[in-house]
């Protein structure tokens, strides 16, 4: 079972089915999934088809993710997971999403500590890495409070017909996690 992760301002708890309308409301938001680099679904049912990969991905010990939920509060107000990409190098990814009603409120860098610390030190994971859009400015202090530091830029990390525009690796590291040279 995903463990509860509790913390001042949020815990964190497993997702279930009453997640879904939400992740909808946030997985539609253009801007959001713009940002997040994630495809809009056109309806509620991928929904739970997010919630079964998830728990899929738990039951494989290749991920883990969880609901955000202020504390003295129910409702879940976003959602943030880790994807192991290296088992041997014990290297995983972090994803993040708030619902836009709550940003800006401290909540998803609250979110962010909790994982970072269940990361290095419950799952003893060497790195962890967040690739985000270089205009991503609230994603960018969340990592730095969070203790990632700025490592890479990634070249031609969004493609639109716009054009495309780089991207930013912010890394993690555990106390064993080597630096590259
Ligand atoms: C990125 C995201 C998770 C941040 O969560 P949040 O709860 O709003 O973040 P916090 O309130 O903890 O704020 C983190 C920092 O970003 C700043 N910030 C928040 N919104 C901002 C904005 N629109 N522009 C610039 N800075 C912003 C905050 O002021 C804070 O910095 P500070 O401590 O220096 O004041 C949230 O904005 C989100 O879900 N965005 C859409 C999806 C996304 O981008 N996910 C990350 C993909 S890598």
Redesign the pocket.
């Known amino acids: 079972m995903v463990p509860e992760l509790r913390g001042d301002r949020v815990h964190l708890r497993e997702l279930t089915e009453a997640d879904v309308p939400a992740w909808f409301a946030r997985a539609t938001d253009a801007e959001?999934a713009a940002?997040?680099g994630d495809p809009i679904p056109e309806s509620i049912e991928a929904g739970f088809v997010w919630l079964a990969r998830n728990r899929e991905r738990f039951r494989q010990q290749t991920g883990i993710r969880w609901s955000i939920v202020p504390n003295g509060s129910a409702e879940s107000v976003?959602s943030i997971g880790l994807a192991i990409t290296s088992k041997d190098e014990r290297i995983a990814e972090l994803?993040?999403?708030?619902g836009r009603a709550?940003?800006?409120?401290?909540?998803?860098?609250a979110a962010a500590q909790l994982v970072a610390r269940y990361a290095v030190d419950a799952l003893n994971l060497a790195e962890i890495r967040?690739e985000?859009l270089q205009s991503?400015?609230?994603?960018r202090?969340?990592l730095e409070?969070a203790g990632f530091r700025f490592e890479a830029v990634i070249p031609d990390f969004d493609q639109s017909d716009a054009g495309s525009v780089d991207g930013l690796l912010y890394v993690l590291r555990g106390p064993d996690g080597t630096e590259t040279p």
């Open positions: 959001s940002l997040a976003g994803g993040v999403v708030i709550w940003w800006g409120k401290g909540l998803g860098t967040a985000l991503n400015m609230a994603s202090r969340l409070k």
